[in-house]
């Protein structure tokens, strides 16, 4: 297939491409180069279904006896249940919204039917509750521009909170009683909402960047069904092509081979008969895995990336499900 070839599954037509260009030493006259890809979640297999597109020898490396990553639906409540995402957080140029919609993901708008409940547990008016979490949506926006353009003069321990707070004072004053008491601890109880967004404390999240959460435009929109159709639409060309490997978890990357122009050497210890050497390697595994050194490069990464991988953190997000029982 030539670089140029049509697209497998004509999912490249929906979903914008991504620069796919290798370093021109890879460009071989009359051999095709072969990209490694370590890591079998959406990043590794959008990586191995756009180089298939594109003509390249692709092999998908992954640790775990299945695909998807992060991305995992379960079964064991009898009723399938994500137990990674749930939502697509924006709908502007998000190109998880188009594969929802060509994998025919069932979804359903926030805004839509999504009842708030108050401290004593019964619903609140509707009406109400929509206000209440206009204003909060309003502040968060207003929240990332102030952490943006003040961010020099913003102390690294105000938090997201601090500031709602002193929002909520602008909004429903300082001496408040009664009816506007309960809406403002009953909006300032939507802030800490933004938490389980962002998957830590919004007492933790530093003011003096916010401005790195800021969302992607458009609206956040609830995956009804579940994510598995779509990690099968984005599986589906890597398995029909036979380049994947399970349970092959990659621990050295040696690059380049010595004694070889260019080429990079794979090794897995648990699978050691599925150690190669290819062109180029793409690396797609979590955060986590890089700060545990899981992986072993050879020579070691720049010290820019050791750095990024160091200063980076994220946030530990859990999600409890229930099953009800009718009686
Ligand atoms: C509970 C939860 C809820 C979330 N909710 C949302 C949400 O609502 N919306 C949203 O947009 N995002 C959400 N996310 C984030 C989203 O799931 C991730 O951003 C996305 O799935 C990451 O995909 P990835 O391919 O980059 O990484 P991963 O899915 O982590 O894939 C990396 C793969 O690499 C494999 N691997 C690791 N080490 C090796 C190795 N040495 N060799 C070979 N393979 C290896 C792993 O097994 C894994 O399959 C959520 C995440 C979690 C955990």
Same mark, same amino acid.
């Not at 805004?111 to 204003?135: H, I, M, R, V």
């Not at 601090?162 to 300032?188: I, P, Q, S």
């Not at 050497?265 to 390697?281: F, G, I, R, T, Y």
């Given at each position: 297939?030539?670089?140029?070839?049509?697209?497998?599954?004509?999912?490249?037509?929906?979903?914008?491409?991504?620069?796919?260009?290798?370093?021109?030493?890879?460009?071989?006259?009359?051999?095709?180069?072969?990209?490694?890809?370590?890591?079998?979640?959406?990043?590794?297999?959008?990586?191995?279904?756009?180089?298939?597109?594109?003509?390249?020898?692709?092999?998908?490396?992954?640790?775990?006896?299945?695909?998807?990553?992060?991305?995992?639906?379960?079964?064991?409540?009898?009723?399938?249940?994500?137990?990674?995402?749930?939502?697509?957080?924006?709908?502007?140029?998000?190109?998880? %919204? *188009? /594969? =929802? #919609?060509?994998? &025919?993901?069932?979804?359903?708008?926030?805004? $839509?039917?999504?009842?708030?409940?108050? !401290?004593?547990?019964?619903?609140?008016?509707?009406?109400?509750?929509?206000?209440?979490?206009?204003?909060?949506?309003?502040?968060?926006?207003?929240?990332?521009?102030?952490?943006?353009?003040?961010?020099?003069?913003?102390?690294?321990?105000?938090?997201?909170?601090?500031?709602?707070?002193?929002?909520?004072?602008?909004?429903?004053?300082?001496?408040?009683?009664?009816?506007?008491?309960?809406?403002?601890?009953?909006? %300032? *109880? /939507? =802030? #800490?909402?933004? &938490?389980?967004?962002?998957?830590?404390?919004? $007492?933790?999240?530093?003011?003096?960047? !916010?401005?790195?959460?800021?969302?992607?435009?458009?609206?956040?929109?609830?995956?009804?069904?579940?994510?598995?159709?779509?990690?099968?639409?984005?599986?589906?060309?890597?398995?029909?092509?036979?380049?994947?490997?399970?349970?092959?978890?990659?621990?050295?990357?040696?690059?380049?081979?010595?004694?070889?122009?260019?080429?990079?050497?794979?090794?897995?210890?648990?699978?050691?008969?599925?150690?190669?050497?290819?062109?180029?390697?793409?690396?797609?595994?979590?955060?986590?895995?890089?700060?545990?050194?899981?992986?072993?490069?050879?020579?070691?990464?720049?010290?820019?990336?050791?750095?990024?991988?160091?200063?980076?953190?994220?946030?530990?997000?859990?999600?409890?499900?229930?099953?009800?029982?009718?009686?």
């Amino acid at each position: 297939m030539s670089p140029m070839a049509p697209n497998i599954d004509g999912t490249a037509d929906i979903l914008p491409p991504i620069s796919t260009e290798l370093p021109k030493e890879l460009n071989f006259i009359g051999k095709t180069p072969t990209v490694a890809v370590i890591g079998g979640g959406m990043s590794g297999l959008r990586a191995a279904q756009v180089l298939l597109q594109k003509g390249y020898k692709v092999v998908v490396y992954e640790a775990r006896d299945r695909l998807g990553g992060r991305i995992f639906t379960s079964n064991n409540l009898g009723k399938a249940v994500d137990l990674g995402p749930n939502w697509i957080h924006g709908t502007e140029n998000n190109p998880v %919204l *188009s /594969l =929802a #919609e060509i994998s &025919g993901s069932k979804l359903h708008h926030f805004s $839509e039917q999504c009842p708030t409940y108050g !401290f004593d547990g019964k619903p609140l008016d509707q009406a109400e509750a929509e206000e209440l979490s206009e204003l909060m949506w309003k502040v968060i926006e207003r929240a990332v521009e102030y952490s943006k353009h003040c961010h020099s003069a913003i102390p690294v321990e105000k938090s997201f909170y601090d500031y709602c707070v002193e929002k909520a004072e602008e909004l429903f004053g300082t001496k408040v009683v009664n009816d506007e008491k309960r809406k403002k601890e009953l909006w %300032l *109880s /939507l =802030a #800490e909402m933004w &938490g389980t967004f962002i998957g830590s404390p919004v $007492e933790k999240q530093s003011l003096k960047y !916010f401005f790195l959460e800021e969302p992607l435009e458009g609206a956040n929109i609830f995956v009804a069904g579940t994510y598995k159709s779509m990690i099968d639409t984005m599986s589906n060309p890597s398995l029909d092509a036979g380049i994947v490997r399970l349970n092959t978890p990659i621990d050295e990357i040696i690059t380049p081979v010595p004694g070889s122009r260019n080429r990079v050497m794979l090794k897995s210890s648990q699978k050691p008969e599925e150690n190669c050497e290819v062109d180029a390697v793409i690396v797609t595994i979590p955060l986590g895995c890089l700060k545990r050194e899981m992986i072993s490069f050879q020579p070691k990464l720049p010290k820019r990336m050791l750095e990024g991988i160091d200063s980076l953190s994220y946030g530990t997000l859990e999600k409890v499900g229930f099953r009800y029982i009718l009686i």
